[in-house]
């Protein structure tokens, strides 16, 4: 039972980088409307907020882990490093969701082929392993 809240909260973070990795594959901004604005900012918000919660549930994890083994910590440690992978984290996927957006994909290919790709895609630190063309290189 002392778990539930870090297994939910862990499971909602994955949801929410989910929604964020499905809204870039399936919608393009194309300019500086309201609409592009609002999407955008649905999804940072929920790509930020699905690795901060998702990466705290998983290092709540960790370290209990560790204390289970008789390795124990105060509790700054465990917090400064949360906060740290967080921070690179978000950092990195906010860099690969923009390059997601700027080379759309077609989320119907992707969903014929292989419709657990997209929702793979918003487990924390995943958008760190997708290639992304580089900017004019097409191939």
Same mark, same amino acid.
């Given at each position: 039972m002392e778990y539930v809240?870090?297994?939910?909260?862990?499971?909602?973070?994955?949801l929410l980088g989910a929604v964020a *990795?499905? #809204?870039?594959? =399936?919608?393009?901004?194309?300019?500086?409307?309201?609409? !592009?604005?609002?999407?955008t900012a649905v999804t940072g918000i929920t790509l930020q907020l699905g690795n901060l919660l998702s990466?705290?549930?998983l290092c709540a994890f960790l370290f209990e882990g560790l204390a289970a083994t008789g390795v124990h910590y105060p509790i700054i440690v465990p917090a400064t490093f949360a906060? *740290?992978? #967080?921070?690179? =984290?978000?950092?990195?996927s906010c860099l690969r969701?923009? !390059?997601?957006?700027?080379?759309?994909?077609?989320?119907?290919i992707i969903i014929k082929h292989n419709p657990?790709?997209?929702?793979?895609?918003?487990?924390?630190?995943?958008?760190?392993?997708?290639?992304v063309r580089p900017p004019g290189?097409?191939?």
């Open positions: 809240y870090a297994v939910s909260v862990l499971i909602a973070g994955l *990795v499905v #809204t870039a594959l =399936t919608y393009t901004p194309y300019g500086a409307s309201l609409f !592009d604005t609002a999407i990466i705290s549930a906060y *740290v992978l #967080t921070h690179i =984290t978000v950092y990195y969701i923009t !390059d997601l957006q700027s080379e759309p994909l077609d989320p119907d657990f790709r997209a929702l793979v895609l918003g487990v924390p630190g995943s958008l760190l392993l997708i290639r290189g097409r191939r």
